[in-house]
């Protein structure tokens, strides 16, 4: 599939500059993310279970990687639509998918909170952590929730709080630390935006979800692999996250002593196989109003 529309981009994110410093990190480093969030993508796809014949909506798919994991999962016949707002990670993410001959594939950018994709509405829609971002999230919801068919389901990974995500709280405690940065208001867009359960349960009934599930998956995010260092890997944790813009206007002084702090609070978690720390997600599913339910199987389109 070619792309033929480019959905309009209406608003940018209050939070995360991923139209410019954030987006382009990860864009520059997007094989470490993917390495990084390998395991709750895996996990992510299995909870979702898609079949041969389904036409998926990915919101925030980055790089592309996870929606080439779905598109080859509803080949031959389904196709998977992925919308980003960053123009760099979309250009990364059409590049890959031609390099990988994925022809059920299609990568628009797109502000998913008001987006209204071509081909809508679809069966399934997903995410792995493209959620947490909308400046409006009540009508970021009823945006998906316009995207589905009735009885159409959503799947949803998100970061379950900071406590159990240690390497979340070490770069929020040197963003504060060494660029002076304010603690993040508990439901403000960003990474955790949606960690509490009774918020996201609300948001998600307001915008129309029904049967709406929440499985708690614990494992560990990996930032570098086998011989990186600790340095290496406080260099990956800010590059392509909350703290990418802020730490481009601090000085050379600031920044190093910043990626000084992060490497020494990542150490503790240097293995032979590479930084890895402890990682809580949610994966959240919920139906479209209507007949289906989300568990069931959902007919092809
Ligand atoms: C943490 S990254 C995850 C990327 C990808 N899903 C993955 O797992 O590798 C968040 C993604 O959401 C995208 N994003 C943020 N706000 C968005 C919005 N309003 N509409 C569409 N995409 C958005 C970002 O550009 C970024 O690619």
């Avoid at 797109?110 to 952590?129: C, H, I, K, N, W």
């Avoid at 389901?153 to 159990?164: K, P, Q, Y």
Wanted: proline letters at 8%; glycine letters at 14%.
């Amino acid at each position: 599939m070619t792309p033929t529309t480019e959905a309009p981009v209406a608003s940018a994110p209050a939070y995360s500059d991923w139209q410019g410093a954030t987006g382009e990190g990860w864009a520059a480093n997007a094989v470490h993310y993917e390495t990084m969030l390998a395991d709750v993508g895996a996990a992510l796809l299995d909870h979702a279970g898609f079949a041969p014949g389904e036409r998926v909506v990915e919101i925030g798919c980055g790089s592309g990687q996870f929606a080439r994991r779905i598109a080859a999962a509803v080949a031959p016949d389904g196709t998977v639509l992925g919308l980003d707002i960053s123009p760099a990670l979309v250009q990364l993410a059409r590049q890959e998918a031609a390099e990988a001959g994925t022809g059920n594939l299609q990568i628009l950018v797109a502000d998913a909170q008001t987006a209204v994709p071509p081909g809508a509405p679809f069966e399934r829609l997903v995410s792995r952590f493209g959620v947490m971002f909308f400046a409006d999230p009540a009508a970021a919801m009823a945006n998906l929730h316009a995207m589905l068919v009735p009885g159409g389901r959503l799947d949803f990974a998100v970061w379950a709080g900071i406590e159990g995500n240690p390497w979340a709280g070490a770069v929020m405690a040197v963003g504060r630390a060494h660029l002076g940065l304010p603690p993040r208001e508990p439901r403000a867009p960003g990474p955790f935006a949606f960690s509490d359960e009774a918020y996201l349960r609300t948001l998600l009934a307001g915008a129309g979800f029904q049967a709406v599930r929440f499985t708690p998956w614990q494992g560990k995010v990996q930032f570098g692999g086998p011989g990186v260092s600790a340095a290496e890997a406080a260099g990956l944790a800010v590059a392509g996250g909350t703290l990418a813009g802020p730490i481009q206007v601090a000085g050379e002084e600031v920044k190093a002593a910043l990626l000084g702090d992060l490497a020494a609070r990542m150490q503790p978690y240097l293995t032979d196989a590479g930084v890895l720390v402890p990682a809580s997600v949610y994966l959240v599913t919920a139906a479209g109003a209507g007949l289906a339910r989300a568990g069931t199987e959902l007919a092809p389109g």
